[in-house]
């Protein structure tokens, strides 16, 4: 997988993004369940858009409706090409288009808190209000050698 990052690590920026149609699972379970949630709601979506013989649109991500003790998010891949229908747990949502806030975290998941609350006091400090909800986009494979790159993008109005 070729790694696009968006911004140099640590550099928080304003960009202007495309929609993007993507394949989910939803996913819900406490924090410490979020790596087997997301490798198996990975699993499941990209298998569902490679049997479609859809083309993966860009890299794995995951989008927070609730982040706490509790954790909520959809979980896939943005396609391009037809994945229909989608049947059990796998639905199809939009990535929104627009401005968004974006920055890089290079470096192992647990210090990714430190990029969250970098865009969050960005924005806040220029008034920024997001527009939707944030996500995560996973640059590298974990299983590649190297610290994981990950795009933090936080959507504003």
């Given at each position: 997988?070729?790694?696009?990052?968006?911004?140099?690590?640590?550099?928080?920026?304003?960009?202007?993004?495309?929609p993007?149609?993507?394949?989910?699972?939803?996913?819900?379970?406490?924090?410490?369940?979020?790596?087997?949630?997301?490798?198996?709601?990975?699993?499941?979506?990209?298998?569902?858009?490679?049997?479609?013989?859809a083309?993966?649109?860009?890299?794995?991500?995951?989008?927070?409706?609730?982040?706490?003790?509790?954790?909520?998010?959809?979980?896939?891949?943005?396609f391009?090409?037809?994945?229909?229908?989608?049947?059990?747990?796998?639905?199809?949502?939009?990535?929104?288009?627009?401005?968004?806030?974006?920055?890089?975290?290079?470096?192992?998941?647990?210090?990714?808190?430190?990029?969250?609350?970098?865009?969050?006091?960005?924005?806040?400090?220029?008034?920024?209000?997001?527009?939707?909800?944030?996500?995560?986009?996973?640059?590298?494979?974990?299983?590649?050698?190297?610290?994981?790159?990950?795009?933090?993008?936080?959507?504003?109005?």
């Open positions: 997988m070729t790694v696009h990052v968006a911004t140099s690590p640590d550099v928080v920026s304003i960009i202007q993004r495309e993007q149609e993507a394949l989910v699972v939803d996913i819900e379970g406490p924090t410490a369940e979020m790596p087997r949630m997301m490798a198996d709601a990975f699993g499941r979506t990209a298998a569902a858009v490679e049997s479609a013989g083309t993966f649109a860009g890299p794995p991500f995951a989008r927070y409706h609730s982040f706490g003790e509790v954790v909520r998010a959809e979980v896939g891949f943005p391009l090409g037809r994945v229909e229908p989608p049947v059990g747990p796998l639905r199809i949502v939009e990535l929104p288009g627009g401005r968004a806030v974006t920055t890089t975290h290079v470096g192992p998941y647990d210090k990714l808190g430190e990029a969250w609350e970098r865009a969050q006091a960005w924005m806040a400090e220029r008034k920024l209000v997001a527009s939707g909800p944030p996500w995560e986009c996973y640059l590298t494979d974990p299983e590649t050698p190297g610290p994981p790159v990950t795009e933090v993008v936080m959507p504003i109005r």
